[in-house]
């Protein structure tokens, strides 16, 4: 098993060296042949109408010039107002959303009073939907305009993250009740399904999860049995899915996430991977033209006109550890550590570059000509962090984030709720930024299982005041079922018998599922359990994740054996990969041995064996033993959403076992600011920029 | 012992190609005289529609009298009446013609077509109300759709058979209908869309749905036209009688050939069709004339007008007596058969003969061939799926067969499956079965088509037996016969009244079941099969057969059709499909009331809740008096309400905003359980009143109307409106600290540091000094700062100074207290902080040479460990001491 040692210079080495034996980008070759298709289906140059929201998932999967080179004459943002198209084809690419549809709708009808007669073609995005006829056909324009489909389903984000993608799916379906998210979720497990193989075992926790696991299994058993041959390709790769509803842990994405990307997300924002970032961080002074093809190729787009008021231009940046392998090194890191690590390999680099006063002859000295490219995207990237943490540092260090920092941390070790309140209203008082305080708030519910009805009338008042009225809604959608993270304390007596039961257990979790990291010793080198991420909390999700993959490591740390790590060891990480000898994985059994852990957290839970094509009738298949040279992947699908943080969790459990990768899947990366926007229906500072050309990214 | 099958061979090519000519069905006046009809041939052996050619005068009395005007005749090629039918009264039938699953398009020149099975059941749809106007003069039907000439001179085309509305392609600007035109189907084509060639005046104008090219011949007019089946060759037919074959982008010339020339050829040509793609079949009323790529040709007669039908590797030739295949002769069947072939294979065949005889020579023509005995068997069993006769079917492959066992290896699969294939051939080719399709049809058009083929001809058994013989799923068959047989059985069978109509029902479902779970795997759509009960009116016997089908989705549709309302919206939601749930949704909201709507949502409980919630999030952005209306009925106050917010956020006018709020209140203040709320609500709309009254006074130059309360009392202070800030203090109870912050906020905003400084005095500050000293120092106001750090608590004043860049001061409070640590501390600090602040100019200013980045993470960058560390020791230890956070720029010493 390769593994990236700390002096190497190969970059390739991702997650500490267990790539995922998957090979996702077939995923990203799907959408790609699936919008090139789309396209060819209107026959000569066209314009596209483009869906802003649509435009960063596009982005990670295509290029402008693919779309140029299918016909597209033109792009333009679907928005309100008059279209002028040179072209006979218009071409709308969008989600099914009422919105869209009728701004379409409104462009059709202004066009038809023009001369130039056009031809009209709908892509939905990922299908077709009986509402959106009915919609055209309500403004009378059904007539005008072909509707088909583009199935964009899983985007690959990195080797082993797959996301749908979709802004809103935590919103649809924990306020509005709308549950499409989960079907189509439920479809692009199917495609992951026919390309890899039928997942052995099922298993899902929180209501929505069940859902879709049981969606999922009655669809798998449809296919497979009106075409037996369809799902066994591969068979044998995947061992499971797990399934982690995102109301089954709250409190994790209402934490501040403290690893690298996801301190970044905090503070920066990551959108569709790529996060906006000051030109002058790019800009590569020193490096050749000829780097900007191999370095930054994704970056070429010129920033949207109206942001160059601001006070530095800035520019979007697409985090990818393809054209940026220091990133792999660093994106998992807690940031306390990220600062020695690029001490570490600007000295690395360093020493490489001063190799060329030992180059004594041509040959030694053609040698490292050879390796000056490599160094210098090396380089280029260095910039780039150093950059990026010391924009993150001060942001760091202001009082707010540190004040949230530590309510956050009391609130987890329920140490003095009432002081955490006051300290809350504190920070509104002063003026700290909505999101915060709503997620500090809401934290505060659910570790204390609600706040006293007194206090949260105050404190919902103070933000009413704060911020304005119009977060009352919110407020209420916060407080209601099936979301209830805001609740009053004890619940108004009219609530269901039902809702009063799924308060969420955090006290006995803490204990039961070792959420808070005990030994003293481990401060200096956190990186040994998946509380790391949060600088000594662990996410509930993995820890569930865990219950099923890794038994071990719920109960203890896996990496425990502390004395046969060097203290001295500077990168803690890949240094462990080498001095701890790896455990191997054990079978997938479901749940066992922690049916009442898992029992007690709100929402269903399931488990189910899936009949695998080709295999041995009424056979387990999961316990089938592990080969030891062929890893089993597990893809572990979060609904609703999931942080930078979990991924970087899910990855230490990956490399903590031989034997078994991790596949994430996740309708879309959430971190607490975003869900609080998202439910608050505040648009995101629009991503769309305010040109009318529309370019991808 | 039938005759050899080269007898039916004819060279063409000095030799070295032959063509066959075989007949298929001795059909001796089944037909009528086909030269006073209008015929469509179905490709891959399927039947030939005739419908009388109007414009032909004929005698009556001589013809059958049964040939009336408005029907359509439908023959098997064993000239089979399979399907009589009439079609409009009224109308002209412009064109028929053939769809690739056996279905006759009609259509007329109203622009309605139907397509009709061959049970007489048909479809029926439009090109849309503008082709009606115009009319269609012509049209041209592929098995993939239409492609219309209307009135005007425009073409109209139709992608799939599902009614999809119509494309209009390129104006060619024609100003008379074209001398002749033919349709290249989109599959083959360059840019997968149909492609039309016109013949106009000299030239060909090639049209597809982006422009009309003139392919700038001058050889025309044409007045007949035909594509090769793989759309690369064109023949054309010129008014000199001149046949010419062109690749389809007019680049090549193929061929040609003078028809006025051919021995025998009277009148008028009837047709130019392809044999396979690469001959072209030229007939008269009695000739047909085969004529080779070179212009070779060879002539066939007929006693009678012929028809001719163009297949894949072939042509199919409908004469007076018989009905015929003529191909060019596959490879294999030349390889063994050719007089003279010394082929391996042709010596594997005659070694098989002489082993039959008992020949010795078998042995050593075996031996002879050795290394390429594997591919002579191959080609043996290849060579009898090329022949008719099951004779000399069984010879090639006994020869096969034999050739065989001298191999050590061989893969019997090919032989097995050519043996089954073969075996289902010759069943479909029975004249009273009457589907004449070669093999070479077969394995394109795959054996599950041919099946559907057969169900559709409803011999179900002979599909079920085929499918079982072939190992494939008996499904399809089964779904086509309960079908057939919903259709014909009565419901009435015994009894009577009512109950006999249960029995039957009952009967028909159970005979129906107990056959697919006897044949079938289980999984049949009986949704599928219920809707044809449904479709001949028989609810009971739909009802019945849908509470055997697993599938949600499939049963949605035809629920709703039924009017179960209910049950159709509790099946959508099991599904999980939202787009089911909607399509039910919106098909109920248009049918239904709107009471009974609702009532069916609220009766359905739980069930139904992912419904009402969708409802909900249609009705929010389309249509909202619906939505009202839903809150309204179902008693739901704070969604009620919350609409009602919703709106008002939308609102600009003053006055209509404060309404919406104040319904909004009135809403929540019903809900016994929203006091809250409603308080909160009469607040809000209090303020947006005194924001009005505030916009007043300050003449509309500030805006005020939408602000939070902060906003508000932040805008008044920075405008000098310090009274009304009071006022609004204690009119909206904001508390002191919260007051305190927004006003220390404001002034340092707007420099007011005089005003700051009064108001410091004012009374003690709830919110202490400290939060000055770092407000205005984050500001950058660092002298204004540093002046209230005596205020401060003593034990911070270090830390304060250092936080406003006071060294001096620092060190002075230091001295003061006579902290000598610290002091070393701050003067470390001191210098550090300088230095720092040097070194980050100079290396910006360096441009980035790789030592100096090397040096900045060498620094140390600052943990956020730092922090880290320290909270998470404080909790458990229930103190809050923090310990010295060592980084200096933080400049925060604590003790």
């Given at each position: 098993m390769a593994t990236a040692s700390s002096t190497s210079d190969v970059p390739s080495k991702q997650n500490g060296g267990t790539g995922t034996s998957l090979d996702v980008s077939v995923l990203r070759e799907l959408a790609k042949k699936g919008l090139v298709d789309a396209l060819n289906s209107v026959n000569g140059a066209k314009t596209l109408v483009l869906d802003p929201t649509l435009a960063g998932p596009l982005g990670l999967v295509t290029e402008v010039s693919l779309l140029k080179h299918h016909g597209v004459d033109k792009m333009f943002w679907l928005e309100s107002g008059p279209l002028t198209a040179a072209t006979t084809n218009i071409v709308y690419l969008c989600r099914p959303l009422v919105k869209w549809v009728k701004i379409i709708a409104d462009q059709l009808k202004r066009l038809a009073r023009e001369p130039s007669k056009h031809t009209y073609t709908l892509l939905?995005?990922?299908?077709?939907?009986?509402?959106?006829?009915?919609?055209?056909?309500?403004?009378?324009?059904?007539?005008?305009?072909?509707?088909?489909?583009?199935?964009?389903?899983?985007?690959?984000?990195?080797?082993?993250?797959?996301?749908?993608?979709?802004?809103?799916?935590?919103?649809?379906?924990?306020?509005?009740?709308?549950?499409?998210?989960?079907?189509?979720?439920?479809?692009?497990?199917?495609?992951?399904?026919?390309?890899?193989?039928?997942?052995?075992?099922?298993?899902?926790?929180?209501?929505?999860?069940?859902?879709?696991?049981?969606?999922?299994?009655?669809?798998?058993?449809?296919?497979?049995?009106?075409?037996?041959?369809?799902?066994?390709?591969?068979?044998?790769?995947?061992?499971?899915?797990?399934?982690?509803?995102?109301?089954?842990?709250?409190?994790?994405?209402?934490?501040?996430?403290?690893?690298?990307?996801?301190?970044?997300?905090?503070?920066?924002?990551?959108?569709?991977?790529?996060?906006?970032?000051?030109?002058?961080?790019?800009?590569?002074?020193?490096?050749?033209?000829?780097?900007?093809?191999?370095?930054?190729?994704?970056?070429?787009?010129?920033p949207?006109?109206?942001?160059?008021?601001?006070?530095?231009?800035?520019?979007?940046?697409?985090?990818?550890?393809?054209?940026?392998?220091?990133?792999?090194?660093?994106?998992?890191?807690?940031?306390?550590?990220?600062?020695?690590?690029?001490?570490?390999?600007?000295?690395?680099?360093?020493?490489?570059?001063?190799?060329?006063?030992?180059?004594?002859?041509?040959?030694?000295?053609r040698d490292f000509v050879g390796k000056l490219g490599g160094l210098q995207s090396d380089h280029q990237s260095l910039r780039l962090h150093t950059g990026l943490s010391e924009l993150l540092v001060p942001l760091t260090r202001t009082e707010q984030f540190n004040k949230s920092l530590e309510i956050q941390?009391?609130?987890?070790?329920?140490?003095?709720?009432?002081?955490?309140?006051?300290?809350?209203?504190?920070?509104?008082?002063?003026?700290?930024?909505?999101?915060?305080?709503?997620?500090?708030?809401?934290?505060?519910?659910?570790?204390?299982?609600?706040?006293?009805?007194?206090?949260?009338?105050?404190?919902?008042?103070?933000?009413?005041?704060?911020?304005?009225?119009?977060?009352?809604?919110?407020?209420?959608?916060?407080?209601?079922?099936?979301?209830?993270?805001?609740?009053?304390?004890?619940?108004?007596?009219?609530?269901?018998?039902?809702?009063?039961?799924?308060?969420?257990?955090?006290?006995?979790?803490?204990?039961?599922?070792?959420?808070?990291?005990?030994?003293?010793?481990?401060?200096?080198?956190?990186?040994?359990?998946?509380?790391?991420?949060?600088?000594?909390?662990?996410?509930?999700?993995?820890?569930?994740?865990?219950?099923?993959?890794?038994?071990?490591?719920?109960?203890?740390?896996?990496?425990?054996?502390?004395?046969?790590?060097?203290?001295?060891?500077?990168?803690?990480?890949?240094?462990?990969?080498?001095?701890?000898?790896?455990?191997?994985?054990?079978?997938?059994?479901?749940?066992?041995?922690?049916?009442?852990?898992?029992?007690?957290?709100?929402?269903?839970?399931?488990?189910?064996?899936?009949?695998?094509?080709?295999?041995?009738?009424?056979?387990?298949?999961?316990?089938?033993?592990?080969?030891?040279?062929?890893?089993?992947?597990?893809?572990?699908?979060?609904?609703?959403?999931?942080?930078?943080?979990?991924i970087a969790a899910l990855r230490w459990v990956g490399r903590q076992s031989r034997g078994r990768n991790f596949l994430i899947a996740t309708t879309g990366i959430v971190n607490g600011a975003s869900l609080v926007e998202s439910l608050a229906s505040i648009e995101r500072a629009s991503a769309s920029g305010q040109s009318k050309d529309a370019a991808l990214l | 012992m039938a005759e050899h099958p080269t007898a039916t061979w004819q060279a063409m090519q000095d030799g070295t190609v032959?063509?066959?000519?075989?007949?298929?069905?001795?059909?001796?006046?089944?037909?009528?005289?086909?030269?006073?009809?209008v015929i469509a041939g179905c490709r891959y052996g399927g039947p030939i529609a005739l419908m009388r050619d109007t414009t032909k005068v004929i005698a009556l009395g001589t013809a059958a009298p049964s040939f009336s005007k408005a029907q359509i005749h439908v023959f098997s090629s064993a000239g089979d009446v399979m399907l009589v039918f009439s079609v409009w009264d009224h109308g002209k039938i412009v064109r028929f013609g053939w769809t690739a699953d056996e279905r006759l398009v009609v259509l007329n020149e109203e622009g309605v077509y139907r397509l009709y099975d061959l049970q007489g059941e048909y479809q029926q749809y439009s090109l849309g109300s503008d082709a009606g106007e115009l009319g269609i003069i012509d049209a041209r039907i592929h098995e993939n759709g239409i492609v219309a000439l209307t009135g005007s001179l425009t073409l109209l085309e139709i992608k799939e058979w599902n009614g999809g509305k119509p494309l209009t392609l390129a104006n060619p600007g024609l100003s008379q209908p074209p001398h002749s035109w033919a349709v290249i189907p989109p599959d083959f084509t360059i840019s997968r869309h149909v492609e039309v060639l016109m013949s106009v005046e000299s030239s060909i104008y090639s049209v597809d749905n982006l422009e009309s090219v003139d392919q700038q011949l001058s050889r025309g007019p044409f007045t007949r036209m035909s594509p090769s089946p793989n759309g690369k060759s064109l023949a054309l037919l010129t008014y000199s009688g001149l046949l010419w074959v062109v690749s389809t982008d007019f680049q090549r010339s193929l061929a040609e050939f003078n028809t006025t020339d051919a021995p025998g050829a009277e009148g008028e040509v009837r047709q130019i069709e392809w044999c396979g793609n690469d001959a072209v079949l030229v007939t008269w009323s009695s000739l047909a004339l085969l004529v080779g790529p070179f212009g070779d040709t060879l002539q066939y007669f007929y006693s009678g007008p012929t028809f001719a039908i163009t297949e894949t590797d072939g042509i199919r030739i409908v004469g007076p007596d018989s009905c015929d295949f003529v191909q060019k002769v596959p490879a294999s069947s030349v390889s063994v058969f050719r007089p003279g072939s010394t082929s391996p294979s042709a010596i594997l065949y005659d070694a098989w003969e002489n082993f039959t005889r008992r020949s010795p020579k078998a042995d050593e023509s075996i031996r002879t061939i050795r290394p390429e005995l594997g591919s002579a068997v191959n080609e043996c069993i290849d060579a009898a799926g090329r022949e008719w006769e099951p004779f000399w079917q069984r010879r090639l492959l006994n020869a096969a067969k034999f050739g065989r066992a001298f191999l050590d290896l061989y893969d019997p699969t090919d032989f097995v499956q050519m043996g089954q294939a073969l075996k289902v051939l010759n069943a479909v080719r029975f004249y009273e079965i009457g589907i004449p399709v070669t093999y070479a049809q077969y394995t394109q058009v795959s054996p599950s088509h041919l099946i559907n083929r057969l169900t559709a001809r409803n011999l179900h058994l002979l599909a079920l037996r085929i499918s079982s013989f072939l190992s494939l799923k008996p499904d399809a068959v089964l779904k086509h016969w309960a079908c057939a047989k919903i259709v014909r059985s009565k419901p009435t069978a015994t009894g009577s009244g009512k109950d006999a109509e249960l029995d039957g029902d009952d009967a028909v479902c159970r005979s129906i079941v107990e056959k697919f779970e006897k044949m079938g795997d289980g999984n049949a759509s009986y949704a599928d099969i219920a809707k044809r009960a449904w479709e001949v009116g028989r609810a009971t016997l739909a009802t019945k057969l849908l509470d055997h089908e697993p599938r949600a989705s499939d049963q949605v549709p035809l629920l709703l059709s039924m009017k179960e309302d209910r049950?159709?919206?509790?099946?959508?939601?099991?599904?999980?499909?939202?787009?089911?749930?909607?399509?039910?949704?919106?098909?109920?909201?248009?049918?239904?009331?709107?009471?009974?709507?609702?009532?069916?949502?609220?009766?359905?409980?739980?069930?139904?809740?992912?419904?009402?919630?969708?409802?909900?999030?249609?009705?929010?952005?389309?249509?909202r008096e619906m939505l009202r209306d839903f809150y309204y009925s179902d008693d739901r106050r704070v969604e009620s309400a919350v609409l009602c917010l919703d709106e008002a956020f939308t609102m600009m006018d003053p006055s209509s905003r404060i309404a919406s709020i104040k319904s909004a209140q009135k809403f929540f203040s019903e809900d016994k359980e929203r006091g809250f709320e409603a308080k909160m609500m009469d607040e809000y709309s209090r303020l947006l009143t005194t924001q009005q009254q505030l916009e007043k006074e300050?003449?509309?130059?500030?805006?005020?109307?939408?602000?939070?309360?902060?906003?508000?009392?932040?805008?008044?202070?920075?405008?000098?409106?310090?009274?009304?800030?009071?006022?609004?203090?204690?009119?909206?109870?904001?508390?002191?600290?919260?007051?305190?912050?927004?006003?220390?906020?404001?002034?340092?905003?707007?420099?007011?540091?005089?005003?700051?400084?009064?108001?410091?005095?004012?009374?003690?500050?709830?919110?202490?000094?400290?939060?000055?000293?770092?407000?205005?120092?984050?500001?950058?106001?660092?002298?204004?700062?540093?002046?209230?750090?005596?205020?401060?608590?003593?034990?911070?004043?270090?830390?304060?100074?250092?936080?406003?860049?006071?060294?001096?001061?620092?060190a002075k409070e230091c001295k003061d207290r006579g902290d000598k640590a610290k002091l070393e501390c701050v003067s470390v600090y001191a210098t550090k902080e300088v230095v720092s602040e040097f070194s980050h100019r100079e290396r910006v200013g360096a441009g980035g040479g790789f030592y100096e980045i090397a040096s900045v993470p060498a620094r140390g960058l600052p943990p956020a460990a730092a922090p880290t560390v320290s909270w998470y020791t404080v909790p458990r230890a229930g103190i809050i001491t923090h310990c010295c956070i060592t980084d200096p720029s933080v400049g925060q010493v604590h003790e």
């Open positions: 939905l995005v990922p299908r077709m939907s009986t509402l959106v006829t009915r919609i055209l056909e309500e403004e009378g324009v059904l007539g005008d305009i072909t509707i088909s489909s583009y199935n964009l389903q899983f985007i690959p984000l990195a080797d082993d993250v797959v996301s749908l993608e979709l802004d809103n799916a935590f919103k649809d379906m924990w306020v509005d009740g709308d549950e499409t998210t989960i079907y189509d979720s439920m479809q692009a497990l199917m495609t992951l399904q026919k390309l890899y193989g039928t997942f052995p075992r099922v298993m899902g926790k929180g209501d929505y999860a069940c859902r879709l696991t049981s969606l999922l299994t009655r669809q798998a058993q449809d296919v497979s049995d009106s075409n037996t041959n369809m799902l066994n390709a591969g068979s044998g790769r995947l061992d499971s899915l797990i399934v982690i509803d995102r109301g089954v842990d709250m409190i994790t994405p209402l934490l501040t996430q403290l690893t690298y990307e996801g301190l970044i997300d905090e503070l920066c924002r990551i959108r569709n991977s790529h996060v906006e970032i000051p030109v002058s961080l790019l800009a590569a002074p020193t490096v050749p033209a000829q780097q900007d093809a191999a370095g930054s190729s994704s970056t070429t787009a010129p949207a006109p109206g942001s160059s008021l601001t006070k530095e231009k800035r520019k979007k940046h697409h985090l990818t550890t393809t054209t940026d392998p220091l990133l792999a090194e660093l994106r998992d890191l807690n940031f306390s550590s990220v600062g020695r690590k690029l001490n570490q390999v600007a000295r690395r680099l360093d020493e490489d570059y001063k190799l060329r006063h030992q180059a004594k002859t041509v040959a030694q000295l941390q009391n609130l987890l070790a329920s140490y003095d709720i009432s002081a955490q309140l006051t300290a809350i209203e504190e920070m509104i008082a002063q003026g700290a930024e909505m999101q915060i305080v709503v997620r500090l708030l809401c934290l505060a519910s659910v570790t204390a299982g609600g706040i006293k009805l007194k206090t949260l009338e105050n404190l919902r008042r103070e933000i009413l005041q704060a911020y304005g009225y119009n977060l009352l809604p919110l407020l209420l959608s916060l407080s209601s079922p099936p979301l209830s993270i805001l609740v009053p304390n004890p619940l108004p007596p009219s609530t269901l018998i039902s809702a009063a039961a799924s308060k969420y257990p955090y006290t006995s979790l803490r204990k039961s599922l070792r959420l808070l990291l005990d030994d003293q010793d481990s401060v200096d080198d956190l990186e040994n359990d998946i509380s790391y991420v949060y600088s000594g909390y662990a996410p509930i999700s993995i820890r569930l994740v865990q219950c099923v993959a890794q038994k071990g490591g719920v109960l203890s740390n896996p990496s425990g054996d502390k004395e046969k790590k060097p203290k001295d060891n500077a990168d803690a990480d890949t240094g462990k990969v080498q001095s701890v000898s790896k455990v191997q994985a054990h079978p997938i059994v479901g749940w066992k041995g922690f049916e009442d852990v898992v029992a007690s957290i709100p929402g269903g839970t399931t488990d189910i064996v899936q009949k695998v094509p080709g295999g041995v009738h009424g056979a387990v298949p999961a316990t089938v033993p592990l080969l030891k040279d062929q890893p089993t992947t597990t893809v572990v699908f979060f609904l609703g959403g999931c942080t930078y943080t979990e | 032959f063509y066959k000519r075989h007949q298929l069905y001795s059909i001796p006046g089944k037909f009528p005289p086909l030269n006073d009809f049950l159709a919206l509790v099946k959508a939601v099991e599904s999980g499909d939202t787009d089911l749930v909607y399509h039910v949704l919106l098909h109920l909201q248009r049918r239904l009331p709107l009471g009974s709507f609702f009532r069916l949502l609220e009766e359905g409980g739980n069930k139904l809740a992912p419904a009402s919630k969708l409802l909900q999030v249609y009705a929010r952005e389309q249509n300050a003449d509309g130059k500030l805006s005020f109307f939408g602000l939070s309360v902060n906003d508000t009392i932040r805008t008044c202070l920075v405008n000098g409106m310090a009274k009304r800030a009071d006022k609004l203090k204690t009119d909206f109870k904001v508390p002191d600290k919260r007051f305190w912050y927004i006003k220390l906020q404001a002034l340092t905003s707007v420099r007011d540091f005089e005003g700051l400084d009064t108001f410091a005095r004012s009374k003690r500050s709830p919110i202490g000094y400290e939060a000055f000293v770092r407000h205005l120092a984050d500001k950058g106001h660092m002298k204004e700062a540093a002046s209230y750090v005596p205020r401060c608590d003593a034990h911070k004043r270090v830390d304060l100074y250092v936080v406003c860049s006071e060294w001096r001061m620092a």
